[in-house]
């Protein structure tokens, strides 16, 4: 029997390692693109601008990709050393259309390469709009946290992230952090009765013990790529563990397009053959589906449009049942108590700590509202000095003064369905597919208010901790990178049912967030994880 | 790349580019070290940036063209950042801060502060000040700036207007005042045909071109233009016809310093170059011009023309020659001709080129290739016959002319000892 697990994303990973451990023979399909080696291990961040040939073809581009332009209004783009994001340039590129500009990777690992590897999981109260509860999952959260690197603490917040075990201590806090943390311990209790805001450290799926090999050496250079291994990569973590097992297959240079079917059931797998631009077609048996929720979302709508059975125009299959994305708010602040003070050159270079905003909310929302606590590091300064609105040479004086007092919150805030979101496809003769994925998304109705409450309390925070707020920074739709729900769990052919089948299809599996029903605020990555796990332990086949 | 000497040359786009002491200028400003590795990326980045971002104009293009002091460059800082987000400064200062923050003495030097925590909020009264003083004297002026504008912008306006959308045939377009002239009608929207002779100057600039995607608008043809029919086997190697040059610049030319009698072979050379090689361009081109009823030849010539110099008599012969030609060819041409076939001779002073030892009497009395590059422009824009500058270096010339040639040669001669 021939099961292909389409996508080598952090769910199609574990969904290919949880088959393999079923005893089933598993062949994944992939684009498979592969990222360079990161230069010079042992240095750290700055280090590099020592010992590199050409710092600056690394840090800003051979093409100074990366030297982001004044009145661009960009703080931060993606190193260019990290090919593994696919640009709208890219022949291959997927989606058309600029009011919702989505990430996308074509290479090994997918997007799950650059994870920000907070490791947190949903609860009841974040699934009270799917048809499964924490108990369905919890299984597979317990085997997710088996198979990554949990480095998390047992605080206050522990509760709220049930699936959570943590099997590494923390990562280190800067002084930043440090100082940040005690001053909420001192005033918690005010703060929570003010702003509902809960601070605490993060939960980091990397790996902290010092007598392991790839424990981290906070180097900095998180962003760039870790070049101790220690943040979690599914290319180079699980999938390689797959690929150790006699009954795998790994399969790269394979976009799959659309499936073959045959009385409600998938029978092959069109694709292009990305090195020689072929579209070719294989008979499988079933088909896991992890391509990332906007590619599965658009190999599913082909998939219907292409099958005679909905021909007669009975279902409308013109679009998928919804799209969704977790909407990025940042809201800068500065640490007044940090100003003049040293920053140290080596730490770890993602958020150290989060903060949980908990209110019962008006319109369904769920409580939980999650952020992250970048206090700020190794980056490329130079966006940032620009945006100070004093000229270069006083703004670089003003930010050398400030840097170690800088931080941002971002929220990942939730979403839903809303009547009239998801992907269609549209032709596009440019494209080697002849067609490309059109993202129709409109904001849910009270979702300005749920972002009004949570600034407004966010700020009142950190004013109490003795922070300056700065106004907040709302990214353009697509910047959330959390997408989901274009197959969500529902009633219909366009649909899926609670473990994960396709209801349209008996043999198709939705191993990513395709299905997801609702998009909760909480970080995505460690739940399709557990979500993988649960829908390839479950499919019967 | 460490060290303080100076970097290889690189192609300056004006408006957006900036030379070594421009550079320099800039970093003494910012409290940074200037370092040459670090120039070569700068000055890359900003000939991408010229080439993908749109071309200044107006009072935006005047404050680029202004050149980096001290305070001029806070008021220009300031100012920009406040009013002109995406003005050249804003990418020159931006880009100077990226680049050397990826170099560690440079993001030291960035982030530096005082030893105190208590120092830090002090130094933010000095920042506020600074910041109060720049409004209100850069805001003066700026003022300034904008009436001098008003009244001298007009040149400026004229010069992109007669430009704009022309293509222009420069000889000796790989160094010096060709490379001066070559990137400022690029700016001012021109399309450039280079003509050079093989070389390494010419493989870099090609280089250079190609880097920052300019291949359509810059073409160059390889040609000795002092072999009789070079240039016109050059112009169809690269698939330019004549019929589609507007101007042409002549002005290649080479100066070989070789005390008189001296070999014949030297003032042979020199005169190839200078006045055949000149004449044999322009022969090439006055047909064309004629058949489509207008085209313009500007020569450049040399006010050395009207003396005798020690170790320099080919060069100045040479000057002297092609001066008396072209105002025979303008008077052969007649007045009809003249009307189709526009012809502008010019006669700088000094240049500071690499003909030019740094630091001599002669640099100091020189002008800069870009500044050169831009009065003759503007001659050309304004349709002079003749064109001589700098003023002081002409009212010494005309003085030296006027002299008796006894005591011309008496003076002059001492140049040599």
Known sequence: ?541 | MTGTQPPTPRLIIPGWGMNWEQYQTACRYLGLHPDPGLYDQFARYLLHAAASQPVPTGFARWLAARQPGKLRLGFLDLWTRLLMPSHPWRFRLNAILAVHECDPRGCREMLAQPTSRLGAWLSFFRIGSATLLNLTLGGVWLGGQACAYAILGRAQQRERAHFDGQTVLITGATRGLGLALAVRLLALGAQVVGVARAGAGLDALRCQIAEAGLQQRFRLATADISLPGAITAALAEIGVDAAHIDAAILNAGIKEEVALPGTTRTLRRVFEVNVFGAMDTAATLIPAFQTRGSGHLIFISSLGRWHGMPGSGSYNASKAALSLLVESLAMDLGESGRKTVRITSIEPGLIRTGMIMAGSLQDRLAVSAEEAAARILRCAAANRRICRFPLLFTLMTATLACLPQGMRIKLLGRIKD
């Open chain 1, 1 to 541: 029997m021939k099961y292909v697990v389409v996508g080598s994303g952090p769910s199609g990973v574990h969904a290919a390692l949880t088959l393999l451990r079923r005893g089933l023979a598993v062949e994944m399909w992939d684009t498979g693109r592969q990222e360079a080696a990161f230069p010079q291990p042992q240095a750290s961040f700055h280090g590099l601008k020592e010992t590199l040939d050409d710092p600056q073809a690394y840090f800003l581009g051979k093409r100074f990709e990366a030297l982001l332009p004044p009145g661009s209004g960009e703080l931060l783009r993606y190193p260019p050393a990290r090919s593994f994001l696919t640009r709208a340039d890219d022949p291959c590129w997927p989606f058309s259309g600029d009011d919702f500009t989505p990430f996308h990777s074509f290479t090994r690992g997918g997007l799950g390469v650059g994870w920000g590897a907070n490791a947190v999981s949903f609860d009841d109260d974040d699934l009270k709009d799917w048809p499964i509860a924490f108990g369905d999952l919890e299984q597979a959260y317990a085997e997710a946290c088996r198979r990554l690197p949990i480095a998390a603490p047992t605080d206050a917040l522990s509760r709220y992230f049930p699936g959570i075990t943590p099997n590494q201590a923390p990562v280190q806090l800067s002084p930043h952090d440090a100082a940040l943390l005690t001053g909420y311990e001192r005033r918690a209790a005010t703060i929570q009765r003010w702003s509902h805001l809960q601070l605490a450290r993060a939960r980091i799926a990397a790996v902290t013990a010092p007598e392991h090999p790839s424990a981290c050496r906070y180097c900095g250079r998180c962003l760039w790529g870790c070049p101790a291994g220690s943040l979690y990569d599914p290319a180079k973590t699980t999938l390689l563990e797959c690929q150790q097992h006699p009954r795998f297959t790994y399969l790269p240079n394979r976009m799959v397009l659309s499936l073959e079917t045959r009385d409600a059931r998938i029978t092959g797998i069109r694709y292009l053959q990305t090195e020689t631009g072929a579209i070719t077609t294989e008979p499988c048996d079933a088909v896991f589906l992890a391509a990332g929720a906007l590619q599965s979302g658009g190999i599913f709508l082909r998939t219907l449009q292409h099958d005679a059975a909905f021909a007669d125009g009975h279902v409308r299959i013109d679009q998928t049942a919804s799209v969704m994305d977790t909407t990025a708010v940042k809201i800068p602040y500065v640490f007044l108590r940090q100003v003049g003070a040293q920053q140290p050159d080596e730490q770890f270079q993602y958020n150290r700590l989060i903060v949980a905003h908990r209110k019962p909310r008006n319109g369904g929302w769920p409580t939980h509202c999650h952020g992250e606590v970048l206090s700020l590091n190794t980056l490329l300064y130079h966006p940032l000095i620009e945006s100070i609105p004093l000229g270069s040479r006083l703004a670089m004086q003003t930010f050398a003064r400030l840097h170690a007092a800088l931080g941002v919150v971002t929220y990942f805030l939730p979403d839903r369905q809303v009547d009239g979101n998801g992907l269609s496809v549209v032709e596009d003769r440019d494209s080697p597919t002849g067609d490309r994925l059109r993202i129709h998304y409109q904001e849910a109705a009270g979702k300005q208010a749920l972002l009004r409450e949570t600034v407004r309390d966010t700020r009142r925070a950190l004013m109490l901790l003795g922070c300056l707020p700065w106004p907040p920074q709302i990214a353009p739709a697509g910047s959330g990178i959390h997408y989901a729900g274009t197959i969500p769990m529902g009633e219909g052919p366009l649909r899926s049912d609670p473990s994960g089948r396709a209801n349209a299809y008996r043999n198709l599996f939705l191993c990513d967030g395709a299905s997801f029903p609702t998009l909760p605020s909480k970080s995505i990555t460690f739940n399709l994880i557990a979500n993988a796990i649960r829908v390839a332990t479950l499919a019967a086949i």
